[in-house]
């Protein structure tokens, strides 16, 4: 049956009485700054300048009615800044100390549902200046270091601030202006410096040239305060040097502990130190960053870790100072830290009679050495193993040589090695005993019902781990309990040669309709009881068989159709096949499901065959139920038949 659904969509006229009284919102913003109103229709853009750190106050009148509401966000700026809708009455958008970074083009958005919402924007300009440097160039010309009478000499003087290019430069020699002249030159922009940075020239200096220089950075008609710095000019002006300090060249902590690496530096002026990490496997500092400033020459360390281990490089800072070559100099940091071992914990099994070498490894450590490794047998110092002669490298293990495994020799042994930080034990737990057997999951109908009687049997299966690695399994110990009862069934099952891989199996009877037991099966070799497993069994009346069983649960091709069926997932399926044609995932819904697929496209013709065959099942059991999952896709798929017939007999 076809039903046609048909909605239709009446436009009725609307009439209000008094529809005059709305008003589209209308909007302007003002500042603190600002001392009236201004029309903005004519102005193009709108900017407002304001000191880092100082308060913005941005205001967005509004008119209209109903009264809009207005929201504000920023761009120009950090992209992802924006702001929460204000109340109704409250248009006013404020910033206490508002850093650089917030600079930006703000809007404010005011809308009331009449018309179209009204934007405004204004660029605000956060002025700042900070990190004032400069750098002093002797002549290039004579590749000279050093200030001499009758060479040029260059002064740098650059302030980061923002905005950049707004930035003056003033000089001053002796606390008054600096007068230009043939031998005295002010610069800007040179090509080899930051962005406006200006340069004073001096050419062919004279006695007369040396005394204080100042260089005064401010933006003209803006409320941030200038920004000076001041270098002296005399014969006792030297280029720096770096060094460290008798006995700091290698520094020796323990982890956890602080550190301190120092390099002194020397010169007039004196410049800061940078530091940074010289491996090039650790390249930030423990701060996280490349490089760290320091005026005193100092890195402070807190509570140091083993990671912070290798070299450090301090130098002297590029635009600081001297405009030469940065000295440098370096400092080894070694932190101490307790030994590292393996094997942490091991399992070590072997036959009766047999040798075991017992083996404890250093991996890292600070001493990256033994020096002393103790031996314990359940928890009873052992003497010394012989000292085995090495190399004059410190020795990176320790040995324990057991001539025979015996009961008596079973049981744990311990080896505590110690460096000069602290110790780090390997724990080995040595016997003869055999491994655990592995319970076999996925044995087929496992369940066999009884009919003449309330009884079930199961079918149990498993393998025996590494059964080679200790004596030969002589029989094992079979206990059955049903689950909430205490009475137990044990019966000892005697094996031949049990090989790596072999499925042994073994028939439970007896066993009570519809209840669940416990299982428990223990291997048995000439040392005795090995590892115990165990695993619970349920009555179940049907099985459940998926298509995740590359058995496809027993079904076959049939060798008498035209084509096959083919077991696949979203994963493996054919990227070839006809498009629009079978399930994306089988019933699960992920692409891990397995489902059973025929191509019916060409060159499959009408009347083709493709047949799965089940398994035969037997007809006088209680019940069975089949059950499936399908899916048919296509144009002409009423063409196509889907048939099934269990085999029963």
């Known amino acids: 049956m076809e039903v046609t659904c048909l909605l239709l969509l009446a436009l009725i006229p609307f009439h209000c009485r008094g529809q005059g009284v709305y008003a589209p919102a209308q909007a302007q913003i003002v500042h603190a700054g600002q001392a009236c109103v201004v029309k903005e229709d004519n102005i193009?853009?709108?900017?407002?300048?304001?000191?880092?750190?100082d308060t913005l106050v941005l205001q967005c009148l509004v008119t209209g009615h109903p009264r809009p509401q207005v929201r504000w966000t920023k761009t120009a700026g950090s992209a992802s800044d924006k702001f929460q809708e204000t109340s109704v009455f409250n248009e006013t958008l404020r910033i206490e100390r508002i850093a650089r970074t917030q600079g930006g083009r703000y809007y404010c958005k005011a809308e009331n549902g009449v018309g179209v919402p009204a934007i405004k924007s204004i660029r605000v300009d956060v002025q700042s200046m900070k990190n004032a440097t400069f750098q002093i160039t002797p002549d290039v010309i004579k590749?000279?270091?050093?200030?001499?009478?009758?060479?040029?000499?260059?002064?740098?003087?650059?302030?980061?601030?923002?905005?950049?290019?707004?930035?003056?430069?003033?000089?001053?020699?002796?606390?008054?202006?600096?007068?230009?002249?043939?031998?005295?030159?002010?610069?800007?922009?040179?090509?080899?410096?930051?962005?406006?940075?200006?340069?004073?020239?001096?050419?062919?200096?004279?006695?007369?040239?040396?005394?204080?220089?100042?260089?005064?950075?401010?933006f003209p008609g803006?409320?941030?305060?200038?920004?000076?710095?001041?270098?002296?000019?005399?014969?006792?002006?030297?280029?720096?040097?770096?060094?460290?300090?008798?006995?700091?060249?290698?520094?020796?902590?323990?982890?956890?502990?602080?550190?301190?690496?120092?390099?002194?530096?020397?010169?007039?002026?004196?410049?800061?130190?940078?530091?940074?990490?010289?491996?090039?496997?650790?390249?930030?500092?423990?701060?996280?960053l490349p490089l760290e400033e320091t005026p005193d020459g100092k890195l402070?360390?807190?509570?140091?870790?083993?990671?912070?281990?290798?070299?450090?490089?301090?130098?002297?800072?590029?635009?600081?100072?001297?405009?030469?070559?940065?000295?440098e100099a370096q400092v080894q940091l070694n932190v101490q830290f307790p030994p590292e071992v393996e094997p942490s914990s091991q399992d070590v099994r072997q036959a009766l009679g047999r040798p075991v070498l017992l083996r404890c490894s250093l991996l890292r450590g600070s001493p990256q050495r033994i020096a002393s490794a103790l031996w314990r047998f359940k928890g009873q110092l052992l003497p010394p193993p012989p000292a085995v002669p090495v190399a004059a490298e410190a020795p990176d293990h320790s040995e324990l040589r057991l001539d025979a495994v015996t009961r008596d020799s079973s049981g744990s042994y311990e080896c505590s090695v110690s460096n000069d930080v602290g110790?780090?034990?390997?724990?080995?737990?040595?016997?003869?005993?055999?491994?655990?057997?592995?319970?076999?999951?996925?044995?087929?109908?496992?369940?066999?019902?009884?009919?003449?009687?309330?009884?079930?049997?199961?079918?149990?299966?498993?393998?025996?781990?590494?059964?080679?690695?200790?004596?030969?399994?002589?029989?094992?110990?079979?206990?059955?309990?049903?689950?909430?009862?205490?009475?137990?069934?044990?019966?000892?099952?005697?094996?031949?040669?049990?090989?790596?891989?072999?499925?042994?199996?073994?028939?439970?009877?007896?066993?009570?309709v519809p209840h669940s037991y416990e299982v428990r099966l223990t291997p048995y070799t000439t040392f005795g009881a090995g590892d115990m497993a165990s695993r619970i069994i349920h009555y179940t009346e049907h099985n459940t068989c998926h298509f995740e069983d590359e058995k496809i649960c027993g079904y076959t091709q049939d060798l008498t159709d035209n084509f096959d069926w083919t077991r696949q997932n979203a994963l493996t399926q054919n990227p070839k096949r006809s498009p629009n044609t079978g399930p994306p995932t089988d019933i699960s819904g992920t692409p891990e499901g397995y489902y059973m697929f025929i191509e019916t496209s060409r060159p499959r013709e009408l009347g083709d065959r493709a047949r799965l065959v089940s398994p035969l099942y037997n007809a006088s059991a209680k019940f069975y139920c089949v059950s499936f999952f399908y899916h048919m896709y296509g144009k002409h798929i009423g063409h196509r038949k889907l048939h099934c017939f269990p085999q029963l007999h």
Request: proline content about 8%; overall charge positive.
């Open 44 to 53: 193009s853009e709108r900017v407002y300048t304001i000191r880092e750190g």
């Open 143 to 218: 590749e000279s270091e050093n200030i001499q009478l009758g060479q040029d000499l260059k002064l740098s003087c650059h302030v980061d601030a923002v905005p950049q290019e707004k930035v003056t430069y003033q000089w001053f020699k002796n606390g008054k202006p600096a007068r230009m002249s043939k031998r005295l030159l002010v610069t800007r922009n040179d090509p080899e410096l930051p962005a406006v940075t200006s340069s004073l020239e001096l050419i062919d200096l004279h006695f007369s040239d040396y005394g204080t220089y100042l260089c005064v950075a401010s």
């Open 222 to 288: 803006a409320p941030v305060p200038d920004f000076s710095v001041e270098v002296n000019i005399s014969s006792e002006t030297v280029p720096p040097t770096i060094s460290v300090p008798k006995g700091r060249a290698v520094v020796t902590v323990r982890e956890g502990s602080p550190a301190e690496l120092q390099c002194e530096v020397r010169g007039k002026p004196r410049p800061p130190v940078l530091w940074s990490r010289v491996d090039k496997e650790a390249a930030l500092l423990p701060s996280g």
């Open 300 to 327: 402070r360390l807190e509570r140091v870790s083993r990671d912070m281990s290798g070299t450090y490089r301090c130098q002297t800072a590029r635009y600081n100072g001297f405009n030469v070559r940065p000295r």
């Open 423 to 512: 110790s780090a034990a390997c724990l080995f737990q040595v016997s003869a005993k055999a491994y655990s057997p592995e319970f076999y999951f996925d044995t087929p109908n496992p369940t066999r019902s009884h009919k003449l009687s309330k009884n079930y049997s199961y079918v149990l299966q498993w393998t025996q781990r590494e059964p080679d690695a200790v004596d030969p399994v002589l029989n094992y110990r079979l206990s059955v309990r049903q689950l909430n009862q205490h009475n137990t069934m044990v019966k000892a099952i005697p094996v031949r040669r049990v090989e790596k891989g072999q499925l042994l199996e073994y028939i439970l009877t007896d066993l009570r």
